[in-house]
């Protein structure tokens, strides 16, 4: 038998709100489990990213090496602080003078005040750089790079400072291969206002560049020579060099004759800086 008891008012509110409690503690049910598996989740995530950056931590450690000995200053450099490289790309050092059997006429001297984060340095010296080994090379002429560093505004992670660094350990301890170093950073240069090679990417260059000694590799890590390059920079921007100004890089010269250029397509002319290094030789 079926009843037929209509719900008064009073009872309809009765049920209405057990069945709005009924849903409230369901509901509260499920935002426990889903607070739950939400903290479960971050802390999963978490400790994947304290194990991940305890394991980045780890390689570091166990890629770095001891700073080396250093002077205060990078050897084998002039007094212009610079490596000057001869025959057979050699550099000059204390004990060698790579220099070519007796000739007629004097090789030229180019010197070359070089940023390794600045776009007009390697503008010129990457259509030179050719030519440039093989004259020095072969004795036709000698070269001197000079690096200073006042480019690190324009990197992300202060990649001027840190590869003229590199550069100068390799002088310090691998100087015969500092011709390869010198051309290898000028190839990996990168874009203004971005992040340059980091220090074990620097190391690699050496590496590739002959000097993959762990010297070097500590000598780049520690930045041993930050200090000299940060006073070796002032003083060059602030003090006439040989009798001339450098107030930016590329700064070249030849026989003390100072390289300039007109245009971008003189720049970036082998042919031109040919002609230059000629008209100065025969002076």
């Known amino acids: 038998m079926t009843s037929n008891h209509k719900q008064t008012r009073s009872e309809q509110r009765d049920a209405a709100r057990q069945k709005a409690k009924a849903l409230r503690e369901q509901n509260q049910k499920k935002a426990k489990r889903s607070k739950l598996v939400i903290q479960i989740s971050v802390v999963l995530v978490a400790l994947g990213i304290v194990g991940g950056v305890a394991a980045v931590i780890a390689i570091e450690a166990a890629n770095r090496v001891a700073a080396p000995v250093v002077d205060d200053a990078p050897k084998n450099l002039s007094e ?6 001869g025959v ?5 050092t204390a004990d060698k003078t790579p220099t070519p059997e007796a000739s007629e006429t004097k090789a030229p ?6 940023d390794y984060q600045c776009p007009i340095c390697q503008a010129f010296d990457l259509p030179n750089s050719a030519q440039i080994r093989s004259w020095v090379d072969t004795g036709a002429a000698t070269l001197e790079i000079r690096p200073i560093s006042f ?14 660094n590199a ?9 015969d291969s500092y011709f390869d170093m010198h051309s290898n950073l000028m190839i990996n240069q990168p874009a203004e206002g971005q992040e ?19 010297e070097v590799k500590g000598c780049i890590q520690n930045k041993s020579f930050a200090d000299y390059i940060e006073q070796h920079t ?14 930016g890089t590329p700064t070249v010269l030849v026989n003390g004759n100072k390289f300039s250029w007109a245009t971008g397509d003189e720049l970036v002319s082998a042919e031109f800086f ?9 002076e």
């Open 234 to 247: 002032q003083n060059v921007l602030n003090t006439p060099q040989q009798g001339v100004t450098v107030t």
């Open 80 to 85: 212009f602080g610079g490596l000057k490289i």
């Open 167 to 175: 550069a100068f350990c390799v002088a310090n301890f691998e100087p």
């Open 274 to 282: 040919a002609q230059f290094v000629q008209t100065s030789s025969a």
């Open 196 to 214: 340059g090679l980091d220090d074990n990417e620097l190391f690699k260059v050496a590496e590739q560049s002959g000097a993959g000694t762990n």
């Open 151 to 164: 480019l690190d505004r324009a990197s992300l992670n202060e990649y001027s400072s840190r590869a003229a």
């Open 88 to 92: 057979g790309l050699q550099a000059f």
């Open 109 to 114: 001297e180019i010197v070359v005040y070089v």
